[in-house]
């Protein structure tokens, strides 16, 4: 008995080497390094501030001497918007710096 995908492997890697999708069709990458542009600078701004308004809070809070209330959990999104930061303003520009290079 056969398994009724045997060779969808061996086409799919040899359409792969006809090249990207982007090669194949290049009006799509505009689009594509516009909103990444956008979500990499809007992201990064957004989770900037709520980075600060934690830290603020918590130095808030430390000077007038008042109980922290729930410190794990500003630390917890604290750290989530610290590591979609680096997202955001690392790994987007660097997909995007790909994406031109590759057409340039």
Known sequence: MEFPLTGLVERNASEAG?????SRKPDLAAPYVAVLGVAAVVGTLGNLVVVMTVVVRYLRSRRQRTAA?????RAFIANLALS????TAVI???AIAGRVCIYN
């Not at 006809?18 to 982007?22: A, I, P």
């Not at 209330?69 to 959990?73: H, Q, R, V, Y």
């Not at 979609?84 to 997202?87: A, F």
Request: net charge negative.
């Open 84 to 87: 979609d930061m680096m997202v």
């Open 69 to 73: 209330g729930n410190d794990a959990g």
């Open 18 to 22: 006809d090249g990207s999708l982007y």
């Open 92 to 94: 987007n520009p660097v």
